[in-house]
């Protein structure tokens, strides 16, 4: 399979990661990418460096304001006195359902776009992120012209980014900008997330559209973030009413009990009978993962794609989450197996 990669997530380690009121580095660190690529070479995949894109795919998901912020803010930070000297890091959000003016100031701009703690900004992350999304617009670009499957190998992850807010390690929605590519050639589009944490910024971009399906297995928000979204009753607004799919699954739940669930998500994709899907795949639905949710298997990963396999789609595989533990690699090289 081709596994498409871009060096330009190295620069991006961001250390400022609040978990229960202490700072920590993130769990979203360069090894992770390394591991994976490493990997990927060793199980005999065609490693290939993403190509180079202008700005106008990544305007298909998000907002020009956001891009710019996200391009500009780390410089802009920097202009600021007595501020964290590396990291942009929001303080203040808006509220829900209140009146809500896009402020002037600067500290108020990130609070509007950076949703938590798990989404800072240092001088590498643009770069990064950018790197990403041109991962998956080239894994997308191949499976347009015909090859069944591809691999975007991306760091940051996307599946939490919004149109106009990061959250979660995520800034831009790779996910989101592999299935806006993909509609150019189809009239639907499948995204079926096995992440372990919901996919909540790909339903968020999605949520009017009945041409898109979006479909999240996750660890139940009641347990695990991002506790706010993932709920079986978010079903879609508008015209995307019932054209989102979320199968919270209980705290530890094994491969088998996983496969379960997988089969209501692959009857309602093939319901819907798209031309091409998109996996965000997680790795991080694995038993030792340090997020801990529920508990695939290694071997489980490759029943999983497997399944999602026998679907006979075009498929971008896009990757998500999947933190370090010493079967990491072993994992990526289980899903992309099941492809085989
Ligand atoms: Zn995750």
Known sequence: MHVFFSDSHRKHDPHFFVVRGQVRRSNEQPERAERLRRAAASAGHTLVAADAFDREPLERVHTPR??????????????????????????????????????????????FHLGDMAASIGAGTWHAAVGAAHCALSAARHVQAGHGTAYALCRPPGHHAYAERANGFCYLNNAAIAVSELRRQHAQVAVLDIDVHHGNGTQGIFYDRDDVLTVSLHADPHYMTPFFTGHAHETGRHAGEGYNLNLPLPKGLDTAGYLHSLTHALTRIAEFAPGALVVSLGLDAYANDPYQGVSVTTEGFAQITRRIAELGLPTVLVQEGGYLSDALGDNLISALSGFE
């Open 66 to 111: 956001y891009l710019d912020f996200l391009e500009q803010v780390h410089e802009r930070w920097l202009t600021l006195e007595d501020r964290n000297p590396d990291e942009v890091v929001a303080n203040v959000h808006p509220f829900p359902g209140e009146p809500c003016t896009y402020p002037e100031h600067l500290v108020g701009q990130v609070g």
